[in-house]
């Protein structure tokens, strides 16, 4: 029987890896992003077809939002998540451990799971390992994560142990309630910003065994300093040849900094939130398209941009569209920036393959810093 997931390495630059993830629904180029797609949709009118014609090969969903609306029956309906969407490439989706994260007012954390109001109608739920590798089953999604117990930036490294050592807890339990799942399972190593925490757990993931390894628990209002010492050292801990997640982030230069630190996947809802907002990533910064400066400007967005939007229109177009309110603004300035994503993730692959990746690094890391 084939495994559900394998990585090869194809290149290397440092510690910066380039591969190919396989999967039952397609290959990966590594590394990658993952468009978001939390309930089910990329957000800001985006289609499948966009998503395979912008150069994506895998998206992201969310359990617990897939879970409360629209709910399993409907899922199972559609034998999961791809006939629901009609997205025919691979699915990733996060546990939901994040989203419980972010409901602290509104949960119950214990180590049998968590108990908590849904947002949406006040609902009690409540969401253990068994049910989150159960919904995840309905959802058929080809990567599955574990739930995780989620801690924020700042609280104390006994707390950040005692949180971690739930989370490796009910990782043994996702990985036993996982049974025949066909699709691959990733551990998420957890540990706040303390080292050793960090170690124990990738220690204890990797005793598990799992398909890949994510690195959750960052980009939680931790300095971006304390976020690469803790990817830096991760190299070190986790498999060579497993693929390797860091959940949520983040900027450009966040993901230009992660992959020379050896990451090899991606999401954020960086790129659709933003372009929802009218700021377009550009190769010479951020372009705040509801200034009043576009109003006249025939300029493409980014001129050295091939994707639709900076072939047929120009700023003063998508600054109108803003300005009246229609939807085709939201929709046009996210196809721009999830194609700048895609471009970021094809130079960062083509630098460890040629060597130059140092370069771009810099280059990404520069731009960002002289916003």
Known sequence: MNPPLTWQQTATCGKARAGVLSLARGTIATPVFMPVGTIGAVRGAITPPDIEQLGFDIILGNTFHLWQRPGLEVLAAHGGLHGFNNWRRPILTDSGGFQVFSLSSLRKISDDGVSFRAPHNGNTCFLSPESCMDIQRTINSDIVMVLDDCTAAGVSESAAAASMRRSMQWAHRCRTAFGDNPNALFGIVQGGIFLPLRQESAQQLVDIGFDGYAIGGLAVGEEKSQRHEVLA???????????????????????????????????????????????????????????????????????????????????????????????????????????????????????????????????????????
Request: glycine share 6%; charged share 25%.
């Open 233 to 371: 050292a991760m190299d070190a801990w986790l498999p060579a040849d497993k693929p390797r997640y860091l959940m949520g982030v983040g900027t450009p230069a966040d993901i230009a900094l992660a992959v020379a630190d050896g990451v090899d996947m991606f999401d954020c809802v960086m790129p659709t939130r933003n372009a929802r907002n009218a700021q377009l990533f550009t190769s010479t910064g951020i372009l705040r398209l509801r200034n009043a400066c576009h109003r006249h400007d025939t300029q493409p967005l980014d001129a050295q941009c091939d994707c639709i939007v900076c072939r047929r229109f120009s700023r003063s177009y998508l600054h109108h569209l803003f300005a009246v309110g229609d939807m085709l603004a939201a929709r046009l300035a996210t196809l721009h920036n999830l194609a700048h994503y895609r471009r970021l993730m094809t130079r960062l692959r083509n630098g460890i393959k040629d060597g130059t990746l140092a370069a771009v690094v810099r280059e990404v890391v520069e731009l960002e810093a002289s916003r």
